[in-house]
T-cell receptor, first 118, second 113 residues
């Protein structure tokens, strides 16, 4: 089954304790991205990756790190979490844009990780 | 600066009604406009998408209307059902070769029986 998986699904931690949220896709997608979702603010992009070893900042990158050592994995790292990083996090992936538009541009989202930083 | 403005923030309709969600954009380089549907506890999933060279696209009960001159697009849900209750996000993508999606802030739709 084609899917994007995230782990853990739920995490409660304390300020300053480093954590990693893993993301993996089995669709051989080149593009991967992390979003955070907050009430009233919608989906905001944190970081994205166009391919292995190619990453770039999104709209809200402060306090986050990512790496893309393999095509299928794109972990999100919080070196020193703070309460303002309490949020719902989504990983997404997409294949390269095809010659025709439509579902070739579809981003597939993982199930989400709900993070609480105390 | 919010590049895609979505309204309303929430919407309640009765079963069988036709909810309409609106989005407006400023960036004329946007060339792909998808709508994503998100159920509670799930990630967003692509519902329907349109290119700016057509004014309307219909898939089942879902229709996108697109007004290029006004830089607006909207989602209509015909004969809405309680199972359509979800949060809907409009989005826009800029140009060939870009993967980046800019999302609206979302509309929470409740369809009451």
């Amino acid at each position: 089954e084609a899917q994007v998986t995230q782990n853990p699904r739920y995490l409660i931690t304390v300020t300053g304790k480093k954590l990693t949220v893993t993301c993996s896709q089995n669709m051989n997608h080149e593009y991967m991205s992390w979003y955070r979702q907050d009430p009233g603010l919608g989906l905001r992009q944190i970081y994205y990756s166009m391919n292995v070893e190619v990453t770039d900042k999104g709209d809200v990158p402060e306090g986050y790190k990512v790496s893309r050592k393999e095509k299928r994995n794109f972990p999100l790292i919080l070196e020193s979490p703070s309460p303002n990083q309490t949020s719902l996090y989504f990983c997404a992936s997409s294949e390269r844009q095809g010659p025709t538009f439509g579902r070739n541009n579809e981003q597939f989202f993982g199930p989400g990780t709900r993070l609480t930083v105390l | 600066q919010q590049q895609v403005k979505q309204s309303p923030q929430s919407l309640i309709v009765q079963k069988g009604g036709i909810p309409i969600i609106n989005c407006a954009y400023e960036n004329t380089a946007f060339d792909y406009f998808p709508w994503y549907q998100q159920f509670p506890g799930k990630g967003p999933a692509l519902l329907i998408a349109i290119r700016p060279d057509v004014s309307e696209k219909k898939e089942g009960r879902f229709t996108i209307s697109f007004n290029k001159s006004a830089k607006q697009f909207s989602l209509h849900i015909m004969d809405s059902q309680p199972g359509d209750s979800a949060t809907y996000f409009c989005a826009a993508k800029e140009g060939a070769g870009s993967y980046q999606l800019t999302f609206g802030k979302g509309t929470k739709l409740s369809v009451i029986p």
